[in-house]
């Protein structure tokens, strides 16, 4: 095809190919969910219908990507880990974060109407992402770890402001300073004492936020096949995603999922 004399503005676009052999995480966060949850009325604070939402919108970007090997969400955020030598996209960062938030939003917004049937969407959400390259097993892991602690720190947070608001009927100024200081023991303690609450107890979901995996090859082969109402033949699937809400900062979780790792 005869070059137009145009051609040279290409030379202009950066090369932004991720280091070979790295783990790739695109995360991607809602903008301004603060607002965002205000005005959609959702429930303090954790709103199931929201979470719900954001797994579902991840599993869809996971189901088009094969090459992800796990996500980890919450809040108003999704990481995805794809595989230490993916060639997608030639491994080019905004290639990959751009296709996979604009999947993750255009998701959300499609299937919005399906978890908040009582609430509209009253306008467009967003979503950042960035892209991060982590080189070794050890980097991705505390990344994970990192996430999830944020999980926790936040929910232990939330769940003692939310509780005094609602509860105690203290101003949101007022709670954020009786919390003010506070370490995450007063705060447990806070809940049992004060609102017969103990926190290990509430839903993990909440404690530990959402991991979505992919089964096991050889585990596939037996619950590979599914029959559908309509048509007794096998139904040939993919690969099924198990969605957990575990702990992933101690080792049990990489040691039973050891083989998320390998290769
Ligand atoms: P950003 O990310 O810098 O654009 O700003 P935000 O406002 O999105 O801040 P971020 O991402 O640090 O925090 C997430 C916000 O979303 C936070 O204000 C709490 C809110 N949010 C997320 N999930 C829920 C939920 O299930 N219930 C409620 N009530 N709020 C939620
Ligand atoms: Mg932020
Ligand atoms: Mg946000
Ligand atoms: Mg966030
Ligand atoms: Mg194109």
Not at 66 to 95: M, P
Not at 135 to 140: G, H, I, R, V
Not at 189 to 213: A, C, H, Q, S, V
């Amino acid at each position: 095809m005869a070059k137009s004399r145009f051609e040279y503005v290409r030379d202009f676009e950066l090369d932004d190919r991720c280091l070979p052999n790295c783990w790739l995480v695109v995360r991607i966060d809602g903008h301004s969910f603060h607002r965002f949850s205000e005005i959609h009325h959702f429930a303090k604070p954790n709103d199931d219908r929201a979470l719900q939402l954001m797994t579902y919108s991840a599993q869809s970007v996971m189901d088009e990507y094969k090459d992800i090997i796990l996500c980890y969400g919450q809040s108003d955020e999704y990481s995805f880990v794809f595989k230490k030598n993916t060639k997608l996209f030639c491994r080019r960062a905004s290639k990959l974060m751009t296709n996979v938030v604009s999947l993750f939003t255009s998701t959300f917004v499609f299937t919005w109407s399906r978890y908040f049937s009582t609430q509209d969407l009253k306008y467009p959400p967003s979503f950042d992402a960035r892209t991060i390259c982590y080189p070794s097993d050890q980097n991705l892991k505390d990344y994970l770890s990192w996430r999830q602690a944020d999980c926790h720190i936040n929910n232990l947070y939330n769940t003692c402001f939310w509780k005094l608001v609602q509860e105690k009927s203290l101003s949101p100024a007022e709670s954020q300073a009786r919390l003010k200081g506070t370490l995450s023991s007063d705060k447990n303690e806070m809940l049992f004492t004060e609102f017969n609450i103990n926190y290990n107890n509430l839903p993990e979901i909440y404690r530990k936020g959402t991991i979505l995996i992919r089964q096991k090859k050889n585990e596939e082969s037996e619950t590979f096949t599914s029959i559908t109402s309509s048509n007794t033949q096998p139904k040939k699937c993919l690969p099924r995603i198990l969605t957990l809400n575990v702990d992933m900062i101690a080792n049990k979780f990489w040691t039973e999922y050891s083989y998320l790792l390998e290769r």
